[in-house]
C-alpha cells in the first residue's frame, strides 16, 4: 500500500462545490478512491505560508494519483505534486500537525 504526500494550490472559487460533493457523499461512492479520498480531503491541511493545501493519500496508481486527478482533484486544484510518494501515513501528517485545516482557514 503506498501513501503519498501531496501538496496543490486551492481553487478557492471552486472549494465550496467541493466541499458539498465531499458533504453529500459523492466522492466517497467513486471506486476504486473515493474513500480515500474523501478521508484525505476532509483531513487536508492548509499552508498559509504557500497558499497550497496539503494531505496524505492512499493510493495505487501509476502514474500516482492519476484516477483521483482526473475523477476530482484537477476540478478544484491547480499545481498537484507528489512531494513524496511513499510516507507513512503517521509520519507524514505529523508533518502536518502545525498547520489549520484546509476548510477551516478558507472560510475565515
Do not use: K, N
Not at 496543490?8 to 461512492?29: C, H, K, Q, V, W
Not at 499545481?79 to 489549520?100: F, H, M, S
Request: charge should be negative; glycine fraction near 4%.
Amino acid at each position: 500500500m503506498a501513501h503519498r504526500f501531496v501538496r496543490a494550490t486551492p481553487d478557492r472559487d471552486r472549494l465550496p462545490e467541493l466541499r458539498r460533493r465531499l458533504d453529500d457523499g459523492e466522492i466517497a461512492t467513486m471506486r476504486p478512491f473515493g474513500s480515500a479520498l474523501t478521508a484525505a480531503l476532509e483531513r487536508a491541511r492548509y499552508d498559509p505560508a504557500t497558499g497550497e493545501a496539503a494531505w496524505v493519500e492512499e493510493d495505487y496508481c501509476s502514474p500516482p494519483l492519476a484516477q483521483e486527478r482526473a475523477a476530482v482533484l484537477d476540478d478544484y486544484f491547480t499545481e498537484i505534486r507528489v512531494v513524496d510518494p511513499d510516507v507513512d501515513p503517521a509520519a507524514g501528517w505529523e508533518r502536518l500537525d502545525d498547520l489549520p485545516g484546509l476548510w477551516a482557514a478558507l472560510d475565515a
